[in-house]
Every structure is written in structure tokens, then in C-alpha cells.
């Protein structure tokens, strides 16, 4: 069964430092692997995705991720953080529905909290 | 604007009451999806719909249902069975047999007195 992994659930960092945040999958196929960002009690939106290609991927807010297969990880990055990035972030995966070639179901981690310090 | 649209955001039911929270979609998705959020527990899976009147379990169905009439409909029923039904819940969908992300509404927060 698949499965994702955030190690940190908590992480705090300086306004102007940069910022990585960990992601690790379990998936026996190719992986369609995704970072969302969740303010509070607001819904999740999508910071990136990842399906084939090119291993780092850009997305919005100046965040940029990295697909490495051999360890299985997915690790989210962002140069220097703004104050308006203290929020949640999850990472995700889709599976393919075993004998179709649609989705299943999205599986996502427990989500890494981060607090922007001034 | 094309989106999803969660009704209500808030909802305070008495316990042994069955409540239902709507989640309507103008995208034109074919799947959607309903999950359970809790402190330190990320997303999990209620349901999920690939199609019109096709439904699956997800992880945590118990003392849940839900109903696929139309498209752009996907209502989820928290029921009197469901033991801890406090909770944040979101509901999604994606363009089936694409390989695309899911999109979420704003959630619905669900307070059972």
C-alpha cells in the first residue's frame, strides 16, 4: 500500500532564511506526487505537482520542489520565507486505480506546521 | 468563477442527530472526494466518487454515506454511528483519467454538543 511520510511535523524558521520540509513516499509505480499549503480553517491549494520529466519542479509562491526516486523523496524548498508563509503543508500521492488507468485515491501525509519568526 | 463550494462552514449538531454537508462543483470533475481532518492527523479518506452513482469507501467510512445523483454533487452524511464526528471536512475533486491534482473546497467544520 502506498504511503507518505513528513518527518517534521513542526518546523520553525526566520523571516529571510530558506526552508525545506520533507516528504517521503512508499509506491511501487512511478508516483504523481504533490505539495499543497493550508492556511487555517481554510481549504488546501496546490504549491506543485509532479508526474514525469524534469526532476525539479517550480510552483507558485516561489517554492520549488525535487523528485529523487532513489530515496524515495519528494522535498519541498523555498529560498527565503515571507511571514505569509507560516502556514501547513502536506504532501500527497496518487495512485492509479489497480486494472483502470484512472485515479484512485489521494494519499496524504500528517502535515508539517511552519511558524515564520520576525 | 468555476470552483467548490462547501455549505456550511459551520455546523454544530446534537449528538445522535444525522447531519449532511453538502459539497457542490462547477469544474466539471468526474471524481470527488470526502476527508476528515483532525489535529496532527493530516487528511483521511471518508469517500470517494470516480463517476455518477459509483462510490467507494475510503479509509474511514464508518458511519458515513454518502450519494453521487448528479456531477456536481457529492453530499456526505455523518450519521449517529459515527463515535467521534467533531472534525474539520474537506471535499475535493480532479479530472478523472487524467492525472491531475484535486482541487478543495473551504471545509466544513462540524462541532457535535
Known amino acids: ?118 | 468563477d468555476g470552483g467548490i463550494t462547501q455549505s456550511p462552514k459551520y455546523l454544530f449538531r446534537k449528538e445522535g442527530q444525522n447531519v449532511t454537508l453538502s459539497c457542490e462543483q462547477n469544474l466539471n470533475h468526474d471524481a470527488m472526494y470526502w476527508y476528515r481532518q483532525d489535529p496532527g492527523q493530516g487528511l483521511r479518506l471518508i469517500y470517494y466518487s470516480q463517476i455518477v452513482n459509483d462510490f467507494q469507501k475510503g479509509d474511514i467510512a464508518e458511519g458515513y454515506s454518502v450519494s453521487r445523483e448528479k456531477k456536481e454533487s457529492f453530499p456526505l452524511t455523518v450519521t449517529s454511528a459515527q463515535k467521534n464526528p467533531t472534525a474539520f471536512y474537506l471535499c475535493a475533486s480532479s479530472r478523472d483519467r487524467g492525472r491531475t491534482e484535486a482541487f478543495f473546497g473551504q471545509g466544513t467544520r462540524l462541532t457535535v454538543v
Do not use: M
Open chain 1, 1 to 118: 500500500a502506498q504511503s507518505v511520510t513528513q518527518p517534521d511535523i513542526h518546523i520553525t524558521v526566520s523571516e529571510g532564511a530558506s526552508l525545506e520540509l520533507r516528504c517521503n513516499y512508499s509506491y511501487g509505480a512511478t508516483p504523481y506526487l504533490f505539495w499543497y499549503v493550508q492556511s487555517p480553517g481554510q481549504g488546501l491549494q496546490l504549491l506543485l505537482k509532479y508526474f514525469s520529466g524534469d526532476t525539479l519542479v517550480q510552483g507558485i509562491k516561489g517554492f520549488e520542489a525535487e523528485f529523487k526516486r532513489s530515496q524515495s523523496s519528494f522535498n519541498l524548498r523555498k529560498p527565503s520565507v515571507h511571514w505569509s508563509d507560516a502556514a501547513e503543508y502536506f504532501c500527497a500521492v496518487g495512485s492509479i486505480k489497480e486494472g483502470t488507468d484512472s485515479w484512485g485515491k489521494f494519499q496524504f501525509g500528517a502535515g508539517t506546521q511552519v511558524v515564520v519568526t520576525p
